[in-house]
């Protein structure tokens, strides 16, 4: 089974400053996605960004970019002039690839404070 | 305004009784999931359908059970078989090949 494992249940940052936050995962499957969600207070989950395993290019959205590891199965993120809006629960998720409807196996989150 | 649409927002139930979750989606998603969510918790998988008519056991569906008779409609039963009802209960649908949207979610309480 695939397992998803963030190591850090909460980071703080300054405003302005990029915060790294870790996740790593383990799977057999060569075919996969991997995603960043935000969960902001009112619990709406937001894809931030997304990877696709065949992809070697890093992910990019804005301030938003991953550093995705395939060997080492580390997928971080990176949030570049951090901004008050962003302070939210930050989900990893995995997603194996293939035409099937499988759900995401997710990690346990990181609560990410945002420091004025 | 095409989205996913979740009720109630809140839920109360006793202990014992069969309650259900309403998920309605109107973007022409084939797949449709379920998902829980307890405190320090990330999601967990309940059940998830890819078609009309067809679903599949996630990685916690003892004492759950949806049915899937239109495609805009995936209903969430949490039967008093449930031994730990209390969480957050979100919903999702996904389009082939893309990523998973999410509804609001449903908070229940059991009393």
């Known amino acids: 089974a695939q397992t998803v494992t963030q190591s850090q249940p909460e980071m703080s940052v300054q405003e302005a400053e990029t915060v790294t936050l870790s996740c790593t995962y383990d799977?057999?499957?060569?075919?996969?996605?991997l995603f960043w969600y935000k969960q902001p207070p009112s619990r709406q989950m937001i894809l931030v960004i997304r990877?696709?395993?065949?992809?070697?290019q890093n992910a990019t959205e804005n301030r938003f970019s991953v550093n995705f590891q395939k060997a080492a199965k580390s997928f971080s993120l990176k949030i570049s002039d951090s901004q008050l809006g962003d302070a939210a629960m930050y989900f990893c998720?995995?997603?194996?690839?293939?035409?099937?409807?499988?759900?995401?196996?997710f990690g346990k989150g990181t609560h990410l404070i945002i420091q004025p | 305004d095409g989205g996913i649409t979740q009720s109630p927002k809140y839920l109360f139930r006793k202990e014992g009784q069969n309650v259900t979750l309403s998920c309605e989606q109107n973007?022409?998603?084939?797949?449709m999931y379920w998902y829980r969510q307890d405190p320090g918790q990330g999601l967990r998988l309940i059940y998830y359908?890819?078609?009309?008519?067809?679903?599949q056991k996630g990685d916690i569906a003892e004492g759950y059970s949806v049915s899937r008779e239109k495609k805009e409609s995936f209903p969430l039963t949490v039967t008093s078989a449930q031994k730990n009802p209390t969480a957050f209960y979100l919903c999702?649908?996904?389009?082939?090949?893309?990523?998973?949207?999410f509804g609001p979610g449903t908070r229940l309480t059991v009393l």
């Open positions: 999702a649908s996904r389009e082939s090949y893309n990523e998973q949207f």
């Open positions: 799977t057999s499957e060569s075919d996969y996605y």
């Open positions: 990877q696709e395993a065949y992809k070697q």
């Open positions: 998720a995995y997603r194996r690839g293939g035409g099937g409807a499988d759900g995401l196996t």
């Open positions: 973007l022409n998603h084939d797949a």
């Open positions: 359908s890819q078609i009309v008519n067809d679903f």
